[in-house]
């Protein structure tokens, strides 16, 4: 039996326990709720803890880390990328595939790399093309154009997640020492290994970063002895030369004809072009200069170019040089499903000519890199998605903090595996819209940038560049529709998922300071012992006979005293579809006689109370406020609220103010007459 005593401590620790465990996921969100203190008091500004701050900080970095350490960070995708791309290549152009590599490159150094470049000095903390172009349009337009975009964003990154962990455990399934044993396994050793990437994440990014320059430094040291070892037999062996340019000659005739087919092929090698985005997703981790500032980080932008270069051309040498080596020295055959080349052309190099020992440290080195690329994008997704879904009330609160991130994205990774069954081929397609999709988007926002700056020279040029990713994203698109089919699940599922919890958070108080300028402030002063009564209204013209009539009508309705003062207040509705703002009041006296408090906002509601609760705790005194009914069906309105930031205002004060103050007694009092 047990003791009455041992039951109550159980009893007990159990909440102690969701406490604890409710602290340790939410470790680095600095506050749960918007505030609404005055900004002249101090008061801290919306909650911008976890991701969503987008400094070092919230990813246990305090002070940044240099840009080649965050290299290997996003160079875990981009070079991982070796472990496939020379056998794709191979699949797709044949003994094309050196030159059909060449055209890649010169694309990714002509074209990525530059647009890439632009994108990382206007958008320095981290949200890329996304937040460029998001500028360009307003109200619910531009909340709906960034949610499809953050969802071909969601299918680059988890998809590099799940294919890269699918084609680790290929690599370990297809070892000629461990086949026997692990054979039939795929699926199950995908998801161990998905989960030891969340779990990484969860015990820090610190961690992360530190893994990744070993295994990136582990990768391209091997990686050179295959290369070199490969160019050696060639050199050794010139007939494989000559062999490979007759086959060329053979199957197309001219350069002119070689130089046409390769660009055809060119969108089936899209997959080497996937580091780009995750380079500038993790520039907020990149160390900048000591005068740096958040408006102009200088040294971040140069650190953050210096990694996209580098990368770039230190990912063009070894795509030319392992493309011309693995089509040189394999037989065709081998590169075909159930071929010993497939999906694994330098690992066979490396069992063929470097022996069986060198060959297992190349495999493990290959599989640690593909199972660890998925922190590139794990990264990414952790600074992109709380920049933007928390802003637009289309996410809950813990959406800032990244550990709960981290599960919500495991958990997908789960699904995406077992729905792809951990097949590296039928993922491709959806890696590769994504991609095409994001770069595509960025080479558009920054020919829209340079033409804005009146820059003609980088317009035409970034222009000529987003046609050729338009073009490439379109193919690629007709050739392999699932990949565009699965980018618009995920974005169904992020406006659904967004728009249910902007629903559900739609009477939030999402103020996150209350500023007033010294009139405002002044007719606030004048009712710290008294208490202030202020009328809702909604600006006309603004003449005398609105504000007496208006005065008239509030007294008749509400029976208040001739001596009592009245304020006007008037909220302006900017653009309804943003949800946290801060807030500035300014008073003026109109027609000499009528005190009236202006305001900006995108929820009239929200500002109302917003303003209410700060006059409160400014004053020590509960204010009132007084409005009209609003004609029209109740839901109606409602929807007129939620879209534009209207509709029946004096039911929603009241129930924005309710789940703000809890306590009835403190909160401010609503009249509607």
């Given at each position: ?307 996209l270069t580098t990368a770039a051309v230190i990912m063009s040498c070894f795509l030319i040089a392992t493309s011309f080596i693995t089509t040189l020295l394999i037989p065709a055959d081998q590169f075909k ?276 609760l700060n006059i409160r705790d400014r004053t020590g005194q509960q204010p009132h406020l007084y409005f009209e009914w609003t004609e029209g069906s109740p839901f109606a309105q409602f929807l007129r609220f ?32």
């Amino acid at each position: 039996m047990v003791s009455s005593g041992s039951t109550e401590t159980a009893e007990s620790d159990a909440p102690s326990a969701r406490i604890r465990l409710r602290s340790w996921l939410l470790e680095d969100v600095t506050a749960e709720k918007p505030v609404r203190q005055s900004a002249d008091e101090g008061a801290p500004e919306a909650p911008t803890g976890g991701a969503a701050a987008g400094d070092s900080a919230a990813h246990g970095t305090p002070a940044g880390q240099r840009w080649w350490r965050v290299m290997c960070l996003t160079g875990l995708d981009y070079f991982s990328t070796l472990g496939y791309q020379p056998g794709i290549a191979a699949l797709a152009a044949g003994v094309l595939s050196p030159i059909a590599t060449i055209v890649l490159v010169v694309v990714t150094l002509l074209g990525a790399l530059p647009v890439y470049r632009r994108v990382a000095k206007e958008s320095p903390r981290g949200e890329g093309s996304i937040a460029m172009l998001e500028r360009l349009l307003s109200f619910w337009k531009g909340k709906l154009f960034v949610l499809a975009l953050l969802g071909f964003a969601a299918t680059d990154f988890l998809i590099t997640i799940t294919l890269s962990a699918a084609d680790a455990s290929a690599h370990l399934v297809e070892n000629p020492h461990l086949t026997g044993f692990l054979g039939g396994k795929q699926v199950v050793i995908t998801l161990v290994l998905v989960a030891l990437l969340g779990a990484v994440f969860l015990k820090g990014f610190s961690e992360a970063i530190g893994l990744a320059v070993f295994l990136v430094g582990t990768y391209l040291v091997l990686n050179v002895v295959v290369v070199a070892v490969g160019l050696w037999k060639i050199v050794s062996a010139p007939h494989v030369v000559t062999d490979w340019t007759d086959a060329l000659t053979a199957q197309h005739g001219n350069p002119i004809v070689m130089v046409g087919v390769a660009l055809v092929t060119f969108p089936k090698l899209a997959l080497g072009l996937s580091g780009f985005e995750t380079g500038v997703a993790v520039m907020p981790h990149i160390k900048g200069d000591p005068d740096d500032t958040e408006a102009n980080p200088a040294g971040r932008i140069r650190g953050t170019r210096k990694l996209l270069t580098t990368a770039a051309v230190i990912m063009s040498c070894f795509l030319i040089a392992t493309s011309f080596i693995t089509t040189l020295l394999i037989p065709a055959d081998q590169f075909k499903a159930g071929g010993d080349a497939n999906g694994r052309a330098l690992a066979y190099l490396a069992h063929e000519y470097l022996g069986g020992a060198f060959g297992s440290v190349y495999d493990l080195s290959t599989i640690a890199i593909l199972w660890f690329a998925g922190a590139s994008a794990m990264a990414g997704m952790l600074n992109l998605l709380p920049r933007y879904l928390p802003r637009y009330g289309m996410a809950p609160h813990w959406a800032r903090a990244v550990r709960p991130m981290v599960i919500v994205l495991t958990l997908i990774g789960f699904l995406v595996t077992w729905i792809f069954d951990a097949d590296v081929d039928a993922q491709g397609g959806a890696y590769a819209t994504g991609v095409l999709v994001l770069i595509s988007s960025a080479a558009i926002a920054v020919t829209i940038a340079a033409h804005k700056k009146r820059e003609r020279g980088w317009t035409v040029a970034f222009a000529v560049i987003a046609a050729i990713f338009l073009y490439t994203t379109v193919l690629n698109c007709l050739e392999r529709p699932d990949g565009l089919k699965i980018g618009a699940c995920f974005i169904a599922g992020i406006v659904l998922v967004s728009l249910l919890s902007r629903l559900r958070r739609a009477f939030e108080l999402r103020v996150t300071s209350v500023a007033l300028d010294d009139v405002a402030e002044r007719f606030i002063r004048d009712y710290a012992h008294r208490p202030l009564r202020l009328i809702a209204n909604e600006p006309n013209s603004r003449d005398l006979a609105e504000y007496r009539d208006k005065i008239h009508q509030i007294r008749a309705d509400n029976d208040i005293p001739g001596e009592d003062d009245l304020v006007f207040v008037e909220v302006t509705v900017r653009d309804a579809s943003d949800f946290e703002a801060a807030l500035t009041v300014r008073g003026e006296v109109l027609h000499g006689r009528y005190r009236v408090l202006t305001l900006e906002s995108s929820s009239i509601p929200n500002a109302l109370a917003a303003l209410a609760l700060n006059i409160r705790d400014r004053t020590g005194q509960q204010p009132h406020l007084y409005f009209e009914w609003t004609e029209g069906s109740p839901f109606a309105q409602f929807l007129r609220f939620f879209l534009f930031g209207q509709g029946e205002v004096a039911p929603v004060t009241r129930e924005v103010l309710r789940e703000a103050e809890p306590d009835r007694s403190r909160r401010p009092r609503v009249h509607v007459g």
